[in-house]
């Protein structure tokens, strides 16, 4: 043991990935910060532990279907309940080099976590692509129709060959075998990979209608029926992306 490494020091190599015999020599260090900081650092270890094992068990689908050579898209979509905007879908495939353990349904994912995964997810999937259905198709079909839509029109955007659909709650008209996944954003990578896109698409584009059509507060509520949101009807009335057929909207008609 030496004294000579400065607790600071220490610190950001702990941050690092320390050999093992650096994590020895600093175990015998009777320094009260170094302890510290190991007892920091073994709590990190354990958390990413748990997460890998966690990233590992939501790998089972995609784990199976490559063990028989097939590729598999994970498919999602967001923007069901808000009042208006568009529904997007996204459609996501990965390979066995995929390592982001921190892909969870993005509802579980702070709104800056999500954002900052978006670049690193766009580079390190095998493919990706988008599919939209805006207000007047959603007031047409209904918006459960409106969604498979949009689903189907991501998956038939990307330019990966694929063998099969891993979809969460839905199935699609395609001759693809499929899988309907139960909170599957929370059960399987690729479909957790497609709902963060989804929803970081989506927001993006409501923060442009946010400027076509102020007062609504589509850049803080992504559509949904705020408070704000719904003073901004009360004011301003119905805009040509708001949906018609959806309550509480049907009542600023006219």
């Known amino acids: 043991m030496t004294n000579k490494e400065t607790i600071g020091n220490i610190k950001e190599l702990l941050l690092d990935e320390p050999s093992a015999e650096d994590i020895a020599r600093w175990r015998q260090d009777q320094r009260v910060g170094v302890q510290k900081l190991l007892t920091q650092y073994d709590k990190r270890q354990v958390k990413k532990q748990r997460q890998q094992q966690a990233f590992e068990h939501r790998l089972m689908f995609e784990k199976q279907a490559?063990?028989?050579?097939?590729?598999?898209?994970?498919?999602?979509?967001?923007?069901?309940?808000?009042?208006?905007?568009?529904?997007?879908?996204?459609?996501?495939?990965?390979d066995d080099s995929f390592d982001m353990t921190i892909v969870h349904d993005s509802k579980q994912l702070t709104e800056k976590t999500r954002l900052g995964?978006?670049?690193?997810?766009?580079?390190?999937?095998?493919?990706?692509?988008?599919?939209?259905?805006?207000?007047?198709?959603?007031?047409?079909?209904?918006?459960?129709?409106?969604?498979?839509?949009?689903?189907?029109?991501?998956?038939?955007?990307?330019h990966t060959p694929i063998d099969g659909l891993l979809i969460d709650a839905m199935t699609v008209d395609l001759p693809l075998p499929q899988e309907k996944l139960i909170k599957g954003d929370d059960r399987s990578i690729s479909i957790g990979a497609a709902s963060i896109l989804a929803k970081n698409y989506r927001d993006s584009l409501m923060k442009d209608f946010a400027k076509k059509f102020p007062g609504y507060g589509f850049e803080h509520n992504a559509g949904y029926g705020t408070a704000e949101h719904l003073a901004g009807l009360e004011k301003f009335g119905v805009t040509p992306i708001h949906r018609q057929t959806f309550s509480p909207v049907k009542k600023y008609l006219n």
């Open 66 to 94: 490559w063990q028989h050579g097939a590729r598999l898209a994970g498919v999602d979509e967001v923007g069901r309940g808000p009042l208006a905007g568009p529904v997007v879908a996204a459609a996501v495939v990965i």
């Open 117 to 158: 995964l978006d670049q690193e997810l766009r580079e390190k999937v095998v493919d990706f692509a988008f599919g939209i259905v805006d207000a007047s198709e959603i007031d047409r079909l209904n918006i459960y129709e409106a969604s498979r839509v949009a689903m189907r029109q991501a998956i038939e955007a990307l």
